[in-house]
């Protein structure tokens, strides 16, 4: 079923990590929303059908007025829209602001606590402090929007295990429907890049990031998330739909700077530069290039999207979809892994175990058609 993606670049100060398109210059939004709808138009036959999960992410989403944001969902079709997600900056989220939400088609958020260690906040340049996440959560409730997700970092420079059982700790804490956790990860082209290359910084080891995700993950079970996609932890029942549709997938329309699209069969992304992305929206025209996939890309992307699921590769679905060729070529090269026991295969499935998760990067790309 199609998800919509529409992507809002707007940030008030970038954080030294990210690595996704934005700018620090908001005085386009209105124009820019209306970009966004006038998008819409232009490529409503690309899922051939309304949206099941509407994404709204940035950036910071959160930016934009509770008008602007109701000018935005008024231009979707959100009549079968099962999940409808905003990603949040805690301190972006008052009391007004929350209210807004709710009266919206909006029943999820996502926030980005990243951590609740004031100095570590400050080395990544967030703008929020460690408390205001729990504020912004009591708010959300409140106003009665129901299912919360917060997104957490590990492996910082100097951060130990007991650090991070407190991060874990406060998270659990707050009892949000869905957690995300990630790595700290030093993209080029990012401020936290050129500080490692310059030495300002040092990267976590990797037994000490090895420990902190297992860590992780035995206390979130323990706290009863259910571990269903190598980052993701969710309550029953809470698995986030729209990025679960991404790993099943299912089509999407991406809107906006930067935002990618994919039809089952070819891949689109616009063009990363706000100003362009809108002169060309105003003119007609869609500032995308493609690709078309040809079957190893197919059954390459089938391999990473399906081995980071706790459900894994359905090895009929994959003879049926790439030939026995593929199968073989997945089987064989998953044999030792299997014999090293970090991978299983059982009920006709190819996943990933506990100890597989950490080197899953690894195992997927020696499974891949080369």
């Not at 300002?200 to 080891?205: M, N, T």
């Not at 969710?234 to 990025?243: E, V």
Request: with cysteine; aromatic share 8%; hydrophobic share 40%.
């Amino acid at each position: 079923m199609p998800g919509l993606y529409v992507h809002i670049p707007f940030c008030k100060s970038r954080c030294i990590y990210c690595g996704f398109y934005s700018t620090t210059g908001g005085k386009a939004a209105e124009r820019y929303v209306d970009a966004l709808a006038a998008e819409l138009e232009l490529r409503r036959g690309y899922i051939g059908a309304p949206p099941t999960t509407i994404y709204i992410g940035g950036g910071t989403p959160s930016q934009l007025s509770p008008a602007l944001l109701g000018r935005l969902l008024a231009a979707i079709d959100t009549s079968r829209a099962e999940e409808v997600t905003i990603e949040c900056n805690p301190d972006d989220v008052t009391e007004e602001f929350a209210l807004a939400l709710a009266r919206l088609p909006v029943d999820r958020v996502s926030m980005g606590a990243q951590t609740f260690d004031e100095a570590r906040l400050r080395f990544l340049r967030r703008r929020h402090g460690a408390a205001e996440v729990g504020r912004a959560v009591a708010r959300l409730r409140r106003a009665g929007i129901g299912n919360v997700s917060i997104d957490l970092m590990y492996g910082f420079p100097g951060e130990t295990i007991e650090q991070w059982q407190a991060d874990i700790t406060n998270a659990i804490g707050l009892d949000p429907e869905h957690i995300s956790a990630y790595c700290l990860s030093y993209e080029e082209g990012t401020p936290l890049h050129s500080m490692l290359k310059r030495g300002a910084v040092a990267e976590a080891d990797e037994e000490t990031c090895r420990a902190m995700y297992y860590t992780l993950a035995e206390r979130l079970a323990a706290a009863g998330y259910e571990h269903y996609e190598i980052s993701n932890f969710a309550r029953p029942g809470r698995r986030s739909r729209h990025n679960s549709g991404y790993w099943q997938e299912e089509p999407y329309l991406g809107l906006g700077a930067a935002a990618h699209s994919y039809d089952g069969a070819s891949r689109q992304w616009n063009v990363a530069d706000i100003g362009r992305y809108m002169e060309a929206i105003e003119r007609g025209e869609v500032p995308a290039e493609s690709e078309r996939l040809d079957t190893a890309a197919r059954y390459n992307d089938r391999v990473m999207l399906s081995l980071r699921t706790r459900e894994g590769i359905d090895l009929d679905r994959l003879g049926r979809d790439f030939g026995p060729a593929h199968l073989a070529l997945c089987l064989d090269a998953a044999h030792t892994y299997l014999a090293e026991g970090l991978l299983e295969q059982r009920g006709g499935r190819l996943r990933l175990t506990r100890s597989g998760l950490f080197v899953s990067d690894m195992i997927m790309s020696d499974l891949m058609d080369a």
